[in-house]
């Protein structure tokens, strides 16, 4: 079954300075790989996704993810933090052979610090 | 274009009692997911709908929870009787088919405190 990594609880990054939020993955076949955002008392918020092609995949809000098979790894980074980037973030992975169930992973809290 | 619509938003119950949600989907979104999130977890699949049809349920407790989809379009999501542990955010999406690259859009939930 697939399944998701995500290490950290939480982030803390100054404002302005590069914010990276980690994620491994493991799935049978080729994974989809999805981040979403949860803002407080919100349903989550598709972000980006990788299904095929170029391993840096660009989202919503300037956030981007780079994919790489080696790791297993889709990290989710943002050049420049802004206060309002604060959030929940989710890590997500479908086993792209069939079955079509979408994983969570336990999510990280991102606080960007004035 | 109107988002996933669920209802209600905060339901408190004692343990042993029954509760209901509901959700209206994206118009024309084929397939339906109700999702479990407890506190400090991601969200678990507890069944997945393609039209009126269970595609998923394997991680829904059968023995006190139950959803239906009768005509392919709204949903409800039902827990008889609740227990402690269901305490959660019932979160409903939907996506516009049943296939792996899509993604999933979410509505705001329902939390539910059971004391």
């Known amino acids: 079954a697939q399944s998701v990594a995500q290490p950290e609880d939480q982030v803390n990054v100054a404002e302005g300075n590069p914010l990276t939020v980690k994620c491994t993955y493991s799935?049978?076949?080729?994974?989809?790989l999805f981040w979403y955002v949860q803002y407080p008392n919100r349903g989550l918020q598709f972000l980006l996704k990788?299904?095929?092609?170029?391993?840096l995949v660009k989202g919503s809000y300037g956030f981007e993810a780079e994919f790489n098979k080696s790791q297993t790894s889709f990290h989710l980074k943002k050049p420049s933090a802004l206060v309002s980037d604060s959030a929940l973030y989710f890590c997500?992975?479908?086993?792209?052979?069939?079955?079509?169930?979408?994983?969570f992973g336990k999510g990280n809290q991102v606080v960007v610090i004035p | 274009e109107a988002g996933v619509a669920q209802s209600p938003r905060y339901k408190i119950i004692e343990k042993r009692q029954s509760v209901a949600f509901w959700c209206n989907p994206i118009?024309?979104?084929?397939?339906l997911y109700w999702y479990q999130q407890i506190l400090g977890q991601g969200p678990k699949l507890l069944i997945q709908?393609?039209?009126?049809?269970?595609?998923?349920d394997s991680q829904l407790p059968k023995d006190r929870f139950s959803a239906e989809r009768l005509k392919g379009v709204d949903s409800t999501l039902k827990i008889q009787p609740a227990k402690l542990e269901d305490s959660a955010v019932y979160l409903c999406?939907?996506?516009?088919?049943?296939?792996?690259?899509?993604?999933?859009?979410f509505g705001e939930g329902s939390r539910l405190t059971v004391l």
């Open positions: 999406a939907s996506s516009l088919e049943y296939e792996n690259t899509g993604e999933l859009f």
């Open positions: 799935v049978s076949g080729n994974p989809y």
């Open positions: 118009s024309g979104h084929a397939t």
């Open positions: 709908f393609q039209n009126n049809g269970v595609v998923d």
């Open positions: 997500a992975v479908r086993d792209g052979t069939g079955n079509n169930r979408l994983a």
């Open positions: 990788y299904i095929t092609g170029d391993n």
